[in-house]
């Protein structure tokens, strides 16, 4: 539940905010306060992870989300530009620890048959919480705006701060801890706690242990550390292109609720990789699927006129988010392919999340002007090769990569059989 509120934070800012008031306010300035709020979120995801592994997450991340809810709520009281991007590179900064911190918790729970659909399940908030964005911003433009002089898209950040708090307290008396550090109570039994420390040793999933110099240097010296919002918003600006200064095609409620299709489909993929992916007990099947079809649905998008072709770009709108759930995929696999060390894991899946928002802080800036939506030929064919499904690089890098990795990871699982293999026989002989 506070992944669907953080998410719809970022999209109501991001997109239904800027066409329920927000442009006439700020125009072109939303990639610059899009940006604030990306550095934060990239500068803070590895040391908050990383954390993890020494704070206790049930303290942590409800305590982080509870200043993310404040800080949310402090938007509404934005009076210019620069506090509007020093608040919103706060809240990214808050919003920093939950989402991979909380994927190194479940990865810290459940084996290889189990993970991907507790990680997509997870991550299926993603796309709720746009869903939910663009009805409370309807909402809100209809209801609220001019309400005791705040516009209505500022409404809806004060409203997600309200419904945040409470979930955020909850999470302080039901959100476990890992494995290692869970206390009994009335949630978790001894002997639960006791078989979720038996199921990780069986599938070789370390518990935390001591940072030293070695460890942290050797984070960076295996390939686990190389690891690489798409056209989907972009719906969103090609309908409000079709209303002129004289002529309403699309009302604001329409133009914010319409686009929902496209997290209704992505929450249908997101889960169909999950279970596929577990099914199979193998990550790349999906990723290479999913990616293929990404790559074709933005060629065809590209190409495809924006005013004379209305049922094939609607079409293959509600397709553009068809490899978002591939984060939970990817996160599934760094954790089973740092299982041995607790750290490194916490670092490498930081890390994955983190490189997918790097290109965020800067793309917007350079390449996509928003008073030229919803002509995004450029970002378009550009993102018609994206990695990870948050970012616009080359998607042909992620069926290249999937391959690269997999590979790599059938020749650490030999070489460890071998080692095994070794120590039999040296037991034997013994």
């Known amino acids: 539940m506070l992944l669907q509120y953080t998410y719809l934070d970022q999209q109501m800012l991001r997109y239904n905010a800027y066409v329920s008031g927000m442009k006439e306010e700020h125009g072109n300035e939303l990639n610059y306060i899009t940006t604030s709020w990306t550095v934060g979120y990239v500068i803070g995801q590895i040391p908050a992870t990383m954390l993890v592994t020494r704070v206790r997450p049930s303290i942590f991340i409800p305590f982080m989300e509870v200043v993310w809810s404040v800080l949310t709520m402090c938007l ?8 509007l991007c020093a608040l919103r590179f706060l ?12 994927q190194y918790v479940i990865g810290s729970w459940y084996k ?3 993970l991907a659909k507790r990680a997509c399940i997870f991550h299926t908030a993603s796309a709720i919480g746009p869903m939910i964005s663009g009805f409370l911003q309807a909402g809100a433009y209809d209801g609220l705006n001019n309400v005791y002089g705040l516009a209505g898209w500022k409404w809806l950040f004060i409203i997600d701060g ?3 708090v409470p979930i955020a307290l909850l999470g302080f008396l039901i959100m476990p801890d890992l494995p290692s550090n869970t206390r009994p109570s009335m949630l978790y039994t001894q002997s639960q706690i006791d078989i979720g420390k038996r199921r990780m040793e069986e599938v070789g999933r370390k518990p935390p242990a001591p940072f030293t110099r070695a460890k942290v240097l050797g984070f960076f010296k295996t390939w686990h550390f190389n690891n690489g919002g798409g056209t989907s918003t972009s719906m969103i600006f090609w309908l409000q292109s079709f209303n002129t200064p004289t002529k309403t095609v699309y009302t604001v409620a329409q133009i914010n609720t319409y686009p929902l299709g496209i997290n209704a489909i992505q929450v249908v993929t997101t889960l169909t990789w999950a279970w596929w992916s577990d099914s199979v007990r193998s990550r790349w099947p999906p990723i290479l699927f999913a990616g293929t079809w990404a790559m074709i649905t933005n060629i065809v998008l590209a190409s495809t006129p924006l005013y004379t072709h ?12 068809v490899q978002g759930g591939l984060s939970g995929i990817i996160l599934t696999w760094a954790n089973e392919l740092t299982g041995h060390d607790s750290e490194k894991r916490s670092f490498v899946v930081a890390s994955c999340n983190t490189f997918a928002y790097v290109t965020q802080a800067w793309l917007p800036m350079c390449v996509v002007s928003l008073l030229r939506s919803p002509r995004f030929a450029l970002i378009t064919v550009y ?13 042909y890098v992620l069926l290249v990569t999937a391959l690269v990795v997999r590979f790599l990871q059938r020749h650490d699982e030999k070489k460890a059989a071998a080692l095994r293999t070794k120590q039999a026989l040296a037991q034997m002989t013994l």
């Open 383 to 395: 993102s018609s090769r994206v990695i990870f499904p948050q970012v616009e690089q080359p998607r």
């Open 162 to 164: 309200i419904i945040t």
């Open 91 to 102: 809240v990214g900064l808050a919003e920093s620890s939950f989402y991979p911190a909380i």
């Open 112 to 114: 290889p048959n189990e």
């Open 310 to 321: 209305i049922t094939r770009r609607w079409v293959f709108y509600y397709f553009t988010l």
């Open 76 to 83: 509404a009281a934005s009076t210019n530009f620069s506090t």
